[in-house]
């Protein structure tokens, strides 16, 4: 079965830093990805991450352990236009994707 | 780039009329699509996957003589919501993924069914 967890909501300021935690439970794991979305967009590709460990790009950085069945996404330096939600999503066996709910980032100046 | 494009990007329809989407991959070829639905304020459900030249695989839950879906081409994957209702209004998401395992996002089509 699929099971991904993240919180529904963050707050944070303009300039600081920010890690959005997920935790799966996924057969046939095969990677997880992160996210962003705008409301009332479609999601845009943010990380994929299959291996342990974290991997950076940009402002945004995505970390994963297999064994603990735990991701997180650091977004640094955050800017207004970071308010989105984000979401956690694993690929199965059959590589389709299981989302997460969600988390909705605001950024407050 | 790997661009995927739906059509039509809203669409309102009255209640018992059927409602065909597109979704193309527009610079390259896509063995396989996917399409979601997300309602409001709630995370994106994957509905069915689509493999060219064969039927989609439909997620628990999902009535596939209502939503039929067809992926003729390479690029191309359609989803027919048939006998529509009011609670078919939804955004609906496609994907179509290339070599590995990344899947590339349609901009949805808005579904309001009055």
């Known amino acids: 079965g699929q099971n991904i967890d993240q919180p529904t909501e963050m707050t944070a300021t303009e300039g600081a830093i920010v890690q959005i935690n997920c935790t799966y439970q996924?057969?046939?794991?095969?990677?997880l990805f992160w996210y962003q979305q705008h409301a009332g967009e479609a999601p845009t590709f943010l990380s994929y991450?299959?291996?342990?460990g974290l991997e950076e790009k940009g402002r945004f950085s995505s970390f994963l352990s297999r064994s603990k069945g735990y991701s997180y996404l650091l977004l640094k330096e955050l800017q207004m236009k970071d308010s989105a939600s984000y979401l956690c999503a694993s690929s199965g066996s059959a590589r389709q994707l299981t989302f997460g709910s969600g988390t909705q980032l605001t950024v407050l100046p | 780039g790997a661009v995927v494009s739906q059509h039509p990007s809203r669409v309102i329809c009255k209640s018992g009329t059927s409602v065909k989407i597109e979704c193309r991959s527009l610079?390259?070829?896509?063995?396989?699509m996917f399409w979601y639905r997300q309602f409001p304020k709630q995370s994106l459900m994957l509905m069915a996957t689509s493999n060219e030249g064969s039927k989609a695989t439909y997620e628990q839950g999902v009535e596939k003589d209502k939503f039929l879906i067809n992926h003729a081409s390479l690029t191309l994957s359609t989803l027919t919501v048939t006998s529509a209702h009011p609670e078919d209004s939804s955004f609906y998401i496609c994907?179509?993924?290339?070599?590995?395992?990344?899947?590339?996002f349609g901009p949805g089509t808005r579904l309001t069914v009055t």
């Open positions: 994907s179509a993924r290339r070599q590995g395992d990344e899947q590339y």
């Open positions: 610079d390259f070829q896509a063995t396989t």
């Open positions: 991450n299959v291996l342990d």
């Open positions: 996924t057969s046939g794991f095969n990677g």
